[in-house]
């Protein structure tokens, strides 16, 4: 399975892709603000294998694409039906290796896996969560559709003890198919 946009391929994240993951996964800079394995290599080829593992199983509840641009992994972007006991609603999240921020590339591979999430899951809804220091992913939200649903959550970052504030976006499958005029 792979998803096109205008500049982007994306496509289930599969082993052999952990150094390039790892190249991102691994920047403290980049994931301080995310529950992803950062601290050694073979954190990032575990992630890799369990991602690998859930796109062959037929309980699949992550969707995890990696996000390749001219051939090279630039992220990652997933949506999660893990987060919602009956799997009714996904959780979409991104992150770009930051050499390529700033140019777009984040909001492409949202909308694709959001379009992939309707199309695809049998859901209604999608929600996405940032840091409110996050503006960048904020605008990503803004940019695909969603609107903010609540201003005042908060999020605790289990290997700092940081707390910080917390914005959820949604975005209603109807309300999708009325933006691609459906």
Known sequence: ????????????????????IHEYAGDKDITM?????????????????????????????DYEFVILYEGKIIGGCDADLGHSEDHSYATLGWIINKKYRNMGFASEAAQAVLDFSFENLG????????????????????????????????????????????YTCLITKDEWMQKKGQ
């Open 1 to 20: 399975m792979e998803l096109k946009t205008k500049r982007l391929t994306l496509r289930p994240i599969q082993l052999g892709d952990e150094k390039e």
């Open 123 to 166: 859901i209604n809804k999608v929600y996405a969560q940032c840091d409110i220091n996050n503006p960048a992913s904020y605008k990503v939200m803004m940019n695909i559709g969603m609107t903010c649903v609540n201003d005042k959550g908060t999020r605790t970052y289990p290997k700092t003890g940081k707390v910080s504030g917390e």
């Open 33 to 61: 603000m995310f529950y992803l394995p950062n601290d050694t290599f073979e954190e990032t080829c575990e992630f890799v294998k369990d991602n690998a593992r859930e796109w062959e199983s037929e309980d699949q509840t």
